[in-house]
């Protein structure tokens, strides 16, 4: 509470970014060990009420990790923060849905080869996505997806990209333009290419790759 005290009356918090995973004991305890989904929830509720009182109303954001462990908590997440918006109006809420990034990290690898959200039962996942995309629409609390409108990728079929290993993608951008590579996401990578290809109309400094697919 006291660094919660400490940033607001020094208005020192511009945004806040809540990394949350999921929105039941369940699902939170199992995705981030030694965590207490209680104490999460009265630490946020510390956080909005205080806000709330010193008059500081930063932009509140939950980050949500997709993996197939947790997928169906999001409508849940949806309705636990319509209760926070209904509790503490002067805020404003967001959700950032975010996917599970390789990394050479000693067993973190085989977790996402595991919990990777494009395993997941597909049925299953398409309507949970559906369900929070509804609750979305009635909550008036945006969903942001891979930079894209988040009912756009469930109309489209709530597709998620399969996993693309990155030494492979590496090796297709450096053969294909030899351009600096930045890696978003498993099977989803944006390249940084310098100069623009001359066939480019637009100003674009980056071109997003699907796994098994060519740019054009």
Same mark, same amino acid.
């Given at each position: 509470?006291?660094?919660?005290?400490?940033?607001?009356?020094?208005?020192?918090?511009?945004?806040?970014?809540?990394?949350?995973?999921?929105?039941?004991?369940?699902?939170?305890?199992?995705?981030?060990?030694?965590?207490?989904?209680?104490?999460?929830?009265?630490?946020?509720?510390?956080? $909005?009420?205080?806000?709330?009182? %010193?008059? +500081?109303?930063?932009?509140?954001?939950?980050?949500?990790? @997709?993996?197939?462990?947790? =997928?169906?908590?999001?409508?849940?997440?949806?309705?636990?923060?319509?209760?926070?918006?209904?509790?503490?109006?002067?805020?404003?809420?967001?959700?950032?849905?975010?996917?599970?990034?390789?990394?050479?990290?000693?067993?973190?690898?085989?977790?996402?080869?595991?919990?990777?959200?494009?395993?997941?039962?597909?049925?299953?996942?398409?309507?949970?996505?559906?369900?929070?995309?509804?609750?979305?629409?009635?909550?008036?609390?945006?969903?942001?997806? $891979?930079?894209?409108?988040?009912? %756009?990728? +469930?109309?489209?079929?709530?597709?998620?990209?399969?996993? @693309?290993?990155?030494?492979? =993608?590496?090796?297709?951008?450096?053969?294909?333009?030899?351009?600096?590579?930045?890696?978003?996401?498993?099977?989803?990578?944006?390249?940084?290419?310098?100069?623009?290809?001359?066939?480019?109309?637009?100003?674009?400094?980056?071109?997003?790759?699907?796994?098994?697919?060519?740019?054009?």
């Amino acid at each position: 509470r006291s660094n919660i005290e400490y940033l607001i009356d020094n208005r020192l918090i511009s945004s806040v970014n809540i990394s949350i995973d999921g929105a039941t004991r369940d699902t939170v305890e199992k995705v981030r060990v030694n965590v207490k989904f209680a104490n999460m929830l009265r630490g946020i509720d510390y956080l $909005l009420s205080y806000g709330t009182r %010193q008059g +500081v109303f930063p932009p509140i954001t939950f980050s949500f990790t @997709l993996m197939k462990i947790n =997928f169906h908590d999001l409508p849940e997440l949806i309705r636990l923060i319509e209760r926070y918006k209904k509790k503490y109006p002067d805020f404003s809420y967001s959700v950032s849905l975010q996917m599970l990034v390789l990394t050479d990290v000693a067993g973190y690898r085989e977790f996402v080869h595991e919990q990777h959200p494009s395993l997941a039962d597909q049925k299953e996942f398409q309507t949970a996505m559906r369900e929070a995309a509804a609750e979305s629409k009635r909550t008036g609390i945006f969903i942001g997806f $891979l930079g894209e409108d988040f009912q %756009q990728f +469930v109309d489209n079929g709530c597709h998620i990209p399969e996993l @693309l290993d990155p030494l492979t =993608f590496l090796e297709f951008g450096k053969q294909e333009y030899g351009g600096l590579s930045m890696r978003i996401g498993p099977g989803w990578y944006e390249v940084e290419i310098a100069p623009l290809p001359s066939r480019w109309t637009e100003e674009r400094a980056f071109v997003t790759i699907e796994a098994e697919e060519q740019c054009e």
